[in-house]
Each structure stands twice: as C-alpha cells, then as structure tokens.
Nanobody, 126 residues
Framework: QVQLVESGGGLVQAGGSLRLSCAAS????????MAWARQAPGKEREFVAS????????YYSNSVKGRFTISRDNAGNMTYLQMNSLKPEDTAVYYC???????????????????WGQGTQVTVSS
C-alpha cells in the first residue's frame, strides 16, 4: 500500500506559478512510476504529466507542455509539479498518482494507476 499526500495548491493570477508537491509513504521496496492528473468541475479527470522511477523520462499532455515540469526526489519520497505561465483553464483539483513499474518504464496514461492522493485545489484567476 502506498499513501500519497499532495500540497502546494492555491489561488494564483494568470501568468503566475505554483509548485505542487506529493509526499509518498508505504511500500518503499517497490519502484513506482509517478504522475499528475487534474479534474476541473464538470469534466473528467485528465492526464497532466508522468515520470519514470529513475527520473530520466517524462511525458506531458499537449495542454501543459512547455509550461509544466514534473520531477522527483526518490531519496525524499517526493514528486513535484512546477507550473508556470498558469492559465484560467488550468483551474482544477490536481492529483498525484503512483503505479508499480520497472525503473526505466514511463507510463503515459493515468487510467491504470493504482494509487492516488486526495488532491489539491489550484485556482487561476484571470
């Protein structure tokens, strides 16, 4: 079992930045791919970004590519999402997710991710 806790959400003006953090605890003897997804009111949850265990590969949705950066610190059991040039359409609840995977494997969809956090709200005002 893996527990994920997100933090760092808040209210920011368009063009601003936020850094989301995800703290993981639990089955430290496994390797996990990590990802971020988001869900806006009235919409389905959508993939945002993912990263492999060793941090050498990452993947982004077209809507955030060039503005968001996913990273991880395995020693501290942390995953981050740096969000720059935020837009009102980025407003959503952001979720951290983890899925067991070999160290070099990159998973480009969150549909099969096994573990999820409770989410953190990001609101971007125009």
């Amino acid at each position: 079992q893996v527990q994920l806790v997100e933090s760092g959400g808040g209210l920011v003006q368009a063009g601003g930045s936020l850094r989301l953090s995800c703290a993981a605890s639990g089955r430290a003897y496994s390797t996990y791919a990590m990802a971020w997804a988001r869900q806006a009111p009235g919409k389905e949850r959508e993939f945002v970004a993912s990263i492999n265990w060793i941090g050498t590969s990452s993947y982004y949705s077209n809507s955030v590519k060039g503005r968001f950066t996913i990273s991880r610190d395995n020693a501290g059991n942390m995953t981050y999402l740096q969000m720059n040039s935020l837009k009102p359409e980025d407003t959503a609840v952001y979720y951290c997710a983890a899925h067991p995977a070999p160290p070099t494997i990159l998973i480009v969809t969150t549909r099969s991710f096994e573990y999820w956090g409770q989410g953190t709200q990001v609101t971007v005002s125009s």
